[in-house]
Nanobody
Framework: QVQLVESGGGLVQPGGSLRLSCAASGSIFRIIAMGWYRQAPGKQRELVATITSGGSTDYADSVKGRFTISRDNAKNTVHLQMNSLKPEDTDVYYC??????????????WGQGTQVTVSS
């Protein structure tokens, strides 16, 4: 079993900053990529940012220049630094990891979600 535990969500004023963290634990052989998605009620889950084990990153256009994803491979953790937050960033943010739990088996795993609310 693999668990993803998120932390760092909350309420912040427009223009403020938050830092999300996610730690993966359990039966992990090798992590391929980790990242963050977000989802509003009634909408599809969308990519926010991802980072591979090699350090390659990908961002949604709406967050480029404001959000930064980073990763600690030794600790199987990923962080999302969110600056210049806007009300439209309000969502539930989900940590994601694609990883091998053995030499030949990989799967996608999700955290439980953390609420980010940007409001004055």
């Amino acid at each position: 079993q693999v668990q993803l535990v998120e932390s760092g969500g909350g309420l912040v004023q427009p223009g403020g900053s938050l830092r999300l963290s996610c730690a993966a634990s359990g039966s992990i052989f090798r992590i391929i990529a980790m990242g963050w998605y977000r989802q509003a009620p009634g909408k599809q889950r969308e990519l926010v940012a991802t980072i591979t084990s090699g350090g390659s990153t990908d961002y949604a256009d709406s967050v480029k220049g404001r959000f930064t994803i980073s990763r600690d491979n030794a600790k199987n953790t990923v962080h999302l630094q969110m600056n210049s937050l806007k009300p439209e960033d309000t969502d539930v943010y989900y940590c994601h990891s694609r990883l091998y739990s053995s030499t030949s088996t990989w799967n996608d795993y999700w955290g439980q979600g953390t609420q980010v609310t940007v409001s004055s």
